[in-house]
């Protein structure tokens, strides 16, 4: 794939942290970033909606997506596939899309090995009791699936140091500003920020115009 223009972030956190509350809100505050919707073999949840929060399809499709070689990463997580689509992504950074990617570990692995430069950013919970106590709260899960992602949490925070940001999830408002933060720095970096304001530094007359 070509060196992309826009800025790939990839969302990490244990299941319970929050990320998906916290993503919606910064897509809401940075509509310029633009969210990937995977495709999933798990069933709807009440009230999600195909081609918005997944793309659902069954095995057989995935099975197939994955020959083809359509997946930038696809992981297997809690018994069902979970894969982001290539095509889309390359089509996406082509036109200089900022995207945001809000996978599982292993898929921000897969990712970061086709580009490098990606953003990973994990939200991690304030504490594993904290975590406990919102996995419990959710009343969705059994006792063994909460166990199951208590164990997996622990392996994940494990890896936490291999993110370049870590947002703690233990008050919504500060961990909303610390992601919108993390994505407006990244926008000023310096080499983006020559490219976008080349015009305005050719009339500056500064060398630094390309
Ligand atoms: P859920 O079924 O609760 O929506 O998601 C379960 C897990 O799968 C979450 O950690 C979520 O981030 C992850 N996930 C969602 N989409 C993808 C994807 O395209 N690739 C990978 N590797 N994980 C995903």
Known sequence: MDQPIGN????????????TSLVAALLQAEPSVE??????TRQARK????????????????DAMIARGDFLEWAEVY??????????IRGRLAVGQDILLEIDWQGAEQVR???????????????IEELERRLR?????????????LASARAEIDKIAEYDYIVVNDDFERAR????????????????QCRRLAEMLRRMGTAAAK
């Open 8 to 19: 790939i972030y990839i969302v990490v956190a244990p299941s319970g942290a929050g990320k």
């Open 35 to 40: 969210l990937s919707i995977s495709y999933s």
């Open 47 to 62: 009230g999600e909606i195909d081609g918005q929060h997944y793309h659902f399809v069954d095995r057989s499709v995935f």
């Open 79 to 88: 018994g069902n596939c979970y894969g982001t689509s290539a095509p889309w």
């Open 113 to 127: 090995k086709v580009f490098p430069d990606a953003i990973g950013i994990f939200i991690a919970p304030p504490s």
């Open 137 to 149: 709260g959710r009343d969705t899960d059994t006792e063994e699936v909460i166990l199951r992602r």
């Open 177 to 192: 500003l610390d992601l919108i933060s993390i994505v407006r720095a990244q926008r000023l970096k310096s080499a983006p």
